[in-house]
């Protein structure tokens, strides 16, 4: 499969959720019923902020993009590729995508979150121009 041939189009529903729950079950590994690519999905979808992308290549998901913008900043929320077909600029490209479409929005700055010690996708983002900035990531589960 020649990775150079994908299409990047907004997330459907109907055609793509069994193939990026599959994808993410198998690059997040989510363990919480609040992580769980289901309510994630369903989640964005009530959003209706046309946030959400995917990479495919004859009707194969090789990829998945979600970010958020709250007319403040702009969020990566989650990038997975598959593994088979990472190292070949998918990853790269959705992120352009998603940058693009926040800066048509009217974004100034973007935001992401990745665990301290994942040093594989910390090099990903800062490849893509990204850096770490001194704050402290607070949370809190509402249910």
């Known amino acids: ?4 041939q994908f299409e990047i189009v907004e997330f459907d529903n109907l055609t793509h959720r069994s193939q990026v ?3 993410w079950q198998t ?7 609040h992580n769980s690519p289901e309510t994630a999905i369903d989640k964005k979808i009530e959003m209706k902020d046309h946030l959400f992308f995917v ?5 194969s998901i090789l990829g998945t993009a979600m970010a958020g913008y ?25 992120l352009v995508h998603v940058e693009t479409k926040l800066i048509d929005l009217g974004c100034l ?29 607070m949370g809190k589960k509402l249910y």
């Open 70 to 94: 709250d007319g403040h900043r702009g969020w990566i929320y989650s990038i997975a590729v598959q593994p088979a077909h990472r190292k070949n600029g998918i990853g790269s490209k959705l």
């Open 21 to 23: 729950i599959e994808l």
């Open 55 to 59: 990479a495919q290549q004859d009707g």
């Open 109 to 137: 700055k973007v935001n992401l979150q990745i665990l301290e010690d994942n040093s594989s996708v910390r090099r990903f983002y800062e490849a893509n121009g990204f850096f770490v900035e001194k704050r402290v990531s």
């Open 1 to 4: 499969m020649a990775d150079q």
């Open 27 to 33: 690059v997040f590994g989510y363990e919480a019923d």
